[in-house]
């Protein structure tokens, strides 16, 4: 054998085995994207088994560059085949190594969504507020610790404890504090000077903000801090755990009631509670947003119910069914708001989403904008001026005129019905536009775990997202929002003071549950 056939028969062995390695990386890269793809259940059957067939034909093609012709001399002709099947299957590792992560974030975001609201860690129970006078120089906890700090006995009395305990840690010293009987005990003797600071539940000071005898305490008082209790906080403090307004619910009043016969073919009722705030953490509180979203997917039909927030209703927590403001059922849980819906409706709620506006500006940029029909013109503080008639937005446009309140005599009311239109809008873009959807699904659903957190199972999205991306079907969405006559009642949450309520208006109600029934039997809506 001449030195010219052993050089070209070595060369054609080191290639035979480079071509080998290129040939296993390239299979393997796109099993496990076809894997990854089949797994987050997600995609429709067509996409996936046309990604599975083009990526065996590319690897075939792939194949043939590589290993035919190894035998004979190299030329350029061969050459260049080997060099464009190395490109291919440098491209192919590229896109299956990105399209997995990007599968990887879409799987991530939709367990973000429908994750317990504290991402990690171990959840607060509870949130203590400091508060000073709001003429008091004091900025910061330091700023206190030499002040007297005033405690109310009852149900949150070890809350208190925990919240000075976690004072004095922050400070290095031990803080001086005094009980008393009540948290408007607490106000009173802080707006006279009796006090320096006090330590109250924010969920109670949210409620004692809207009676007609303490509305003025956010101007009169300045937050200090916000101190999360978790039990591990209460584990050392003496006394008898209670339950709180401000607590997780570990037995709600309404747990979900999944569907049966499967959510794509069974209707149900999606409760949207949330707060007008870009506040990341999600915590039991007042709901600003109360929208039942009824959803039947036969018909593909949406109703979007909108019930104000000061609707005076029964609270689920009073044995003797006493009324209390639709916001202030946020505080015992969202469980508490759903049944008390569900109660008003005649209904059951079966699923519940928190909401808040975190996440709204990129949902809508990442849909390309979003036109709304707007009933009335208007113009916010911070500038933007909304026409009436169609008008598209983009996030921060959307973000503003989902906010307001001020500008409408309806005031929350008008709020909430715009908030519908936004939700409309939203469904409307992301069920019009295939190609958008796809092409920021990632994006769109990193977007959405900034908004909301969802008790709907990641595998009934998953099943929800495969049959929009089936077929993209038109949804056909109604809006409604009850109505009512003001008010100014005691509210089971605040019995000692009256605040600001709406009586419902029994017709309004009425159509509502109408409405409600109408779309669950399968009926069209005018």
């Not at 975001?109 to 609201?117: C, G, L, S, Y």
């Not at 909430?416 to 992301?430: D, H, Y």
Request: proline share 3%.
């Amino acid at each position: 054998m001449s030195s010219r056939q052993t050089h070209d028969t070595a060369g054609s062995g080191l290639w035979k085995a480079f071509a080998a390695i290129v040939f296993i990386i390239q299979a393997l890269a796109s099993a496990a994207l076809c894997i990854k793809a089949f797994s987050l259940g997600m995609i429709p059957d067509k996409y996936l088994y046309g990604l599975v067939i083009a990526l065996w034909l590319v690897l075939m093609i792939s194949a043939l560059l590589l290993f035919v012709g190894t035998d004979r001399p190299v030329n350029a002709s061969l050459a260049v085949k080997r060099a464009f099947a190395v490109v291919i299957a440098a491209a192919i590792c590229f896109t299956a190594v990105t399209g997995y992560k990007a599968l990887s974030s879409v799987k991530t975001a939709v367990d973000e969504v429908t994750a317990d609201n504290i991402a990690s860690g171990e959840a607060p129970v509870a949130f203590m507020n400091l508060y000073v006078n709001a003429k008091d120089p004091a900025r910061t906890a330091s700023d206190c610790k030499s002040y007297v700090v005033g405690t109310a006995v009852g149900e949150n009395a070890r809350n208190s404890k925990a919240a000075l305990n976690k004072m004095a840690v922050e400070t290095g010293t031990a803080v001086k504090s005094k009980e008393y009987a009540s948290e408007e005990d607490l106000i009173y003797a802080l707006y006279r000077g009796k006090l320096q600071a006090v330590i109250i539940n924010s969920a109670k000071a949210e409620i004692l903000t809207e009676t007609t005898e303490f509305e003025g305490f956010i101007g009169k008082a300045r937050l200090i801090k916000e101190y999360d209790i978790t039990e591990s906080d209460l584990e050392f403090i003496p006394g008898k755990p209670e339950e709180t307004s401000d607590t997780r619910e570990t037995n709600p009043i309404q747990s979900d009631q999944a569907v049966e016969g499967g959510i794509t073919t069974t209707p149900f009722i999606l409760y949207i509670s949330g707060s007008d705030t870009r506040n990341k953490q999600f915590k039991t509180s007042r709901s600003d947003v109360n929208i039942l979203m009824v959803v039947n997917p036969k018909t593909r039909q949406i109703l979007l119910l909108n019930t104000p927030r000061d609707y005076y209703i029964p609270n689920p927590k009073s044995a003797e069914g006493e009324r209390d403001k639709l916001t202030h059922l946020g505080l015992y849980g969202v469980g508490c708001s759903m049944q008390g819906l569900g109660d008003l409706y005649g209904c059951t709620v079966n699923y519940s989403a928190q909401i808040n506006f975190t996440g709204l500006e990129t949902l809508v940029d990442e849909l390309g904008g979003i036109t709304v029909d707007n009933p009335q013109e208007f113009s916010v503080i911070n500038g933007y001026h909304y026409k009436k008639g169609k008008i598209t937005l983009n996030g921060k446009e959307a973000l503003a005129y989902a906010r307001e309140r001020h500008a409408f005599t309806a005031g929350d009311n008008m709020r909430g019905q715009n908030q519908m239109r936004i939700i409309t809008a939203i469904i409307n873009k992301a069920t019009s536009n295939k190609s958008k959807v796809l092409m920021n699904y990632s994006g769109i659903l990193n977007a959405l775990s900034g908004m909301f957190k969802t008790s709907l199972p990641s595998s009934d999205i998953e099943k929800l997202v495969k049959m929009q991306l089936t077929d993209m079907a038109q949804w056909k969405i109604t809006t409604y929002a009850v109505t009512g006559k003001n008010g100014s009642e005691t509210t089971y949450s605040s019995p000692n003071y009256k605040a600001y309520v709406m009586w419902p208006d029994d017709r309004s109600v009425a159509e509502g549950a109408s409405k409600i029934r109408k779309v669950m039997d399968g009926k069209i809506l005018p």
